[in-house]
């Protein structure tokens, strides 16, 4: 396996929010506690052994309780919060937590600009969170849009990171709303699209059904179906190959990319590290 520090990863910030005056990072923070053993694998989010008595005491007072803040969590966030309010970037605050939780792999958040993902759906238009969260991610999406994009600029290092790199790596996420924020900062894109090494996307879908999450849905109302085709199709021109979940296997004949088949289910140490070997393999490929 690749030494920690020979890894770089770009993380969406889409999803970020602002809760209680707290500037909250969801997609960098659920990499920071994955990172550092921390995450909360029963529940899939936020940290393991939470209480949250902190957010209790705050709903008793009359404020917002909808976006779930554990007292843990909470630290990480106030950490944060005074450094933006300190004037710092979000890339050198997110540098900061990296080295306070002991991690060599580098972290960069996809810009320090704002750049939201919203939502266009039947109901009306709603900021990621709000959508996801708030409303339990019920409305079905008609669109994707990132606030903010035009103006975003690539954090310093992240290309420089995309070009030395010898894999590009898409993790299994939701397309629309944790892979395309990142790709809407131009410069990333731009990146990624002029690379001269294999990029690699991993199915977020396993028997065409998402894990957890509204992946299939949105791919099935904005790209026609859920099969490893469509998932391909929403990073047209960016990926040589996708891996595919062995129930995805007799679903190949319309994928334009090579497929790397095996499971993709990742319960364990055991079949992350198979996970990740399989899509390392690519490079050897």
């Known amino acids: 396996m690749l030494p920690p520090h020979d890894v770089t990863v770009i993380g969406n910030v889409g999803d970020d929010v602002e809760v209680l005056g707290l500037h909250v990072s969801p997609d960098l923070d659920s990499i920071l506690y994955a990172l550092a053993g921390l995450n909360d694998e029963e529940r899939g989010w936020g940290r393991r052994d939470e209480t ?8 008793e007072l009359g404020g917002e309780d909808w976006f779930r803040l ?11 919060t ?14 900061k937590l990296v ?11 996809a810009t320090d600009e704002p750049l939201r993902t919203w939502l266009d759906t039947p109901a009306g ?12 991610h019920r ?6 849009r990132f606030e903010g994009a035009e103006a975003a600029r690539a954090v310093p290092g992240a290309i420089g990171a995309i070009g030395a790199a010898d894999l ?7 397309p629309y709303v944790s892979i395309w924020p990142i790709l809407a900062v131009a410069e990333l894109h731009e990146a990624v699209t002029s690379r001269r090494v294999p990029c690699v996307a991993v199915s977020p879908l396993i028997g065409g059904r998402a894990v957890k999450g509204p992946a299939d849905r949105m791919l099935q109302r904005l790209a026609g179906g859920t099969g ?19 129930a995805d296997s007799a679903d190949l004949d319309d994928l334009p990319v090579r497929a790397i088949v095996t499971k993709t289910l990742m319960s364990d140490d055991a079949s992350r590290r198979a996970l990740a070997e399989a899509a390392l393999g690519a490079v050897a490929a």
């Open 139 to 144: 409305d079905d999406v008609d669109g994707v």
């Open 70 to 80: 554990g007292d843990k969590d909470i630290g990480l966030h106030l950490v944060r």
């Open 52 to 59: 949250w008595n902190a957010l209790a005491a705050a709903a």
């Open 99 to 109: 080295d306070a939780l002991g991690l060599e792999t580098i972290v960069f958040p």
């Open 125 to 136: 238009s709603f900021p990621f969170q709000e959508w996801f969260v708030a409303r339990g």
């Open 168 to 174: 590009i790596l898409i993790a299994p996420s939701n």
């Open 228 to 246: 490893p085709a469509q998932v391909a199709q929403s990073y047209r021109g960016l990926i040589d190959a996708l891996v595919v979940d062995e």
């Open 82 to 95: 005074q450094a933006l309010r300190r004037g710092e970037t979000l890339s050198k605050a997110t540098r």
